[in-house]
């Protein structure tokens, strides 16, 4: 199999740059949430940590180098409290749903099947954030949407530039 | 053959093709032997098959338990949109054997739980079991349909988790 190989690397390689947007995004929100949806960001963290690590190392076992981690990443919209943190792992969650699916376009049946569990696993974290479902995880991603105003949490004002369907960067550092 | 006339009413577009490439090798005498089915026509007749059995609960469900409309509803519009979807995959000539409907199957439905909370549970061990059948098939789908499949079972497990949720709460 000369083509699945390669097809079979970038596939990987897009879902581990997924996995480390989501270690990053996860560490942003937990910041923000508290009692039991930290515990939930904290746990999703610690298992995109796990799943970074379990596609580190197929890589190298195909004899590629995995892709690095950034060590900051621009956020589609400013996350300054827990509206803002939940949209923002839902929408990471969605895209690790999407890049996984990118797994089951391979030939290789173990991928495929390993893909599908990551779409299956991605969807039900996005659905617990989301409280609703999609009718295609992976497939048909929704647009990135800052939370609206309404929505915010009290005590924590938002930043000039959060305007809702307008994402902003966040602050590095 | 008169035994492959069934198989020859539902083609997908790629099987279509195959006569036509095999016609330009062997000349007109290719075209009277019919293409079997593909087998991404049999993975996408089975999924159809899931998804209508699994509207007709919910349209059983719907019926014994009005009062579940709000829950349901929005579930039941994306097994529509996956039922959809899945038959795009499918081209089916006219007068050639109409793919089941929901309608068409609901007198099979097992008598539906009466209470909300078991109406719930009933559903979401539904979409469990949908869930996994849609994979039954993932390796040896077209890569485009393995796809396909994988979002809709990954839907519907998202779907049970929710059930479940309003089970309890119920």
Same mark, same amino acid.
């Given at each position: ?38 515990? +939930? ?26 892709? +690095? ?40 049946? +173990?991928?495929?099947?390993?893909? +599908?569990?990551?779409?299956? *696993? ?20 929704? *647009? ?30 | 053959?008169?035994?492959?006339? @069934?198989?020859?009413?539902?083609? @997908? ?5 195959? !006569? ?14 019919? !293409? ?5 026509? @049999? ?19 719907? /019926? ?7 829950? &349901? ?11 959809? %979807? ?11 054997? !109409?793919?089941?409907?929901? %309608? ?8 539906? !739980? ?11 061990? /539904? ?5 996994? /059948? ?9 890569? #485009? ?7 809709? #079972? ?6 049970? &988790?929710? &059930? ?5 709460? #119920?």
């Amino acid at each position: 199999m000369t083509a699945a190989g390669p097809a079979a690397v970038a596939a990987l390689q897009q879902a581990l740059a997924a996995e480390n947007s989501a270690v990053y995004g996860y560490g942003v929100a937990g910041a923000h949430l508290t009692g039991a949806r930290r515990a +939930a960001a904290v746990r999703n963290w610690v298992g995109h940590q796990n799943a970074r690590d379990t596609l580190t190392a197929m890589l190298a076992a195909r004899g590629a180098q995995p892709v +690095a981690a950034a060590a900051v990443y621009q956020l589609p919209f400013g996350v300054h409290n827990a509206g803002a943190a939940v949209a923002l792992v839902t929408l990471l969650e969605d895209r690790l749903g999407a890049a996984y699916l990118g797994l089951v376009g391979l030939g290789d049946p +173990a991928l495929r099947a390993f893909g +599908a569990r990551a779409v299956r *696993a991605a969807a039900l974290h996005a659905a617990t954030w989301r409280r609703s479902t999609l009718a295609f995880p992976g497939l048909d991603v929704p *647009a990135p949407r800052a939370p609206e105003p309404a929505s915010q949490g009290t005590g924590s004002p938002a930043p000039s530039g959060q305007a809702h369907g307008n994402p902003t960067p966040s602050h590095p550092g | 053959m008169a035994r492959d006339a @069934t198989r020859r009413r539902v083609l @997908t577009a790629a099987a279509a093709v195959l !006569p036509l490439v095999a016609a330009g090798c062997k000349g007109i005498a290719a075209l009277g032997t019919p !293409p079997k089915a593909a087998p991404d026509v @049999t993975v996408a007749t089975d999924a159809v098959a899931v998804e209508t059995q699994l509207i007709a609960r919910y349209q059983a469900v719907l /019926a014994a338990n009005p009062t579940l409309a709000p829950a &349901l509803r929005p579930l039941l519009g994306q097994h529509h949109e996956h039922l959809t %979807r899945l038959h795009a995959r499918l081209i089916v000539p006219a007068g050639g054997q !109409p793919l089941p409907t929901p %309608r068409a199957t609901a007198h099979r439905t097992a008598q539906v !739980p009466g209470t909300p909370a078991a109406a719930l549970g009933y559903l979401r061990d /539904a979409e469990d079991a949908a869930s996994g /059948a849609l994979l039954a098939h993932l390796a040896t789908a077209p890569p #485009s349909l393995a796809q396909l499949l994988a979002s809709i #079972s990954a839907s519907e497990a998202t779907h049970a &988790l929710i &059930l479940g949720t309003a089970a309890r709460h #119920s």
